[in-house]
């Protein structure tokens, strides 16, 4: 399988050009600085940093009831 990572232009995410590109925590998605900062948002906000949901597949939705 081919890594496509150097070679992608734009976020998986949003769509956005890539001029910083990060791996997302909990998809395989390549994403820009915006996204990873969201991502990073998002983490605080689980239990235990994030740390379970590492690799989940999917980005967690934040509510009440996670917090």
């Known amino acids: 399988m ?5 070679n992608k232009t734009n976020c998986d ?8 590109r990060t791996l997302s925590w909990f998809t395989e998605e390549t994403i820009c600085k915006n996204c990873s ?4 948002e998002i983490k605080k906000q689980l239990p235990d940093g994030g740390a379970s949901f ?14």
């Open 54 to 67: 590492e690799g989940c597949g999917y980005v967690p939705e934040i509510n009440e009831e996670v917090c």
């Open 37 to 40: 900062a969201i991502e990073d």
């Open 2 to 6: 081919k890594d496509e990572f150097f």
């Open 13 to 20: 995410r949003c769509g956005e050009k890539l001029i910083v």
